[in-house]
């Protein structure tokens, strides 16, 4: 099993609607990081979230890490087609400062006009 | 403007050719990384480097080796002994400032394909 996990893997809203994407890990975090992908394209950063019960937001795009620490959620209110493409949580499991992410499988949204 | 500039974008093979994929950043950053990527998989490590001359593998190393000759350079070679090789690989740095705050950059990624 994913030591990861999104969900759900895929998510199609019609535009305007409200969305919520879930990150679960089997450890405890020590960074959690929001990515956002274009398909073919490089990931391009959204929020780093470091203690539990911190909460951030950008835009439309607010992302919080539970107290205990190993579960995130992405939340997405208003959703615009430009909102589209695949969502990905990375994390720090350990405190050994590598800087190396593991990754969820994604989350792949469409919006619908 | 600072950045990741990975190249080719893309790129064919045949069978039991080595590759390699380039990877340059100007962002000053001490570490960079490769991570592969296969549809429904999300990102897997290759290797990484925290500091010229010195890198170490990452969950999938096997077929796969790199060099850290100079802090802006990270070269990936896919070699002939990497079974499924075709997939899309992205190079990404970080300044490595302390566990939790390691944001890292992600260039826009090469993709391969065995033929």
């Known amino acids: 099993s994913q030591e990861l996990e999104q969900s759900p893997q895929s998510l199609i809203v019609q535009e305007g609607k409200n969305l919520t994407i879930n990150c679960t890990s089997s450890?405890?975090?020590?960074?959690l990081y929001w990515y956002k992908q274009k398909y073919g394209e490089g990931l391009i950063f959204l929020m780093m979230?470091?203690?539990?019960?911190e909460e951030k937001s950008h835009e439309k795009i607010t992302a919080k890490l539970d107290e205990k620490k190993q579960q995130s959620s992405l939340h997405i209110t208003a959703s615009q087609p430009s909102h589209a493409g695949i969502y990905l949580c990375?994390?720090?499991?350990?405190?050994?400062?590598?800087?190396?992410?593991?990754f969820g499988q994604g989350t792949t949204l469409q919006v619908k006009p | 403007d600072g950045g990741i500039t990975q190249s080719p974008k893309y790129l064919f093979r045949k069978e039991g050719q080595n590759v390699t994929l380039s990877c340059e950043q100007n962002?000053?950053?001490?570490?960079m990384y490769w991570y592969r990527q296969d549809p429904g998989q999300g990102l897997r490590l290759i290797y990484y480097s925290q500091i010229v001359n010195d890198f170490q593998k990452g969950d999938i190393a096997e077929g796969y080796s790199v060099s850290r000759e100079k802090k802006e350079s990270f070269p990936l070679t896919v070699t002939s002994a990497q079974k499924n090789p075709t997939a899309f690989y992205l190079c990404a740095s970080s300044a490595q400032r302390f566990s939790g705050a390691n944001v890292l950059t992600f260039g826009a990624g090469s993709r391969l394909t065995v033929l």
């Open positions: 990375g994390a720090e499991h350990g405190s050994s400062n590598t800087g190396k992410l593991i």
């Open positions: 450890k405890t975090l020590y960074g």
């Open positions: 979230l470091q203690k539990g019960g």
């Open positions: 962002l000053n950053h001490d570490a």
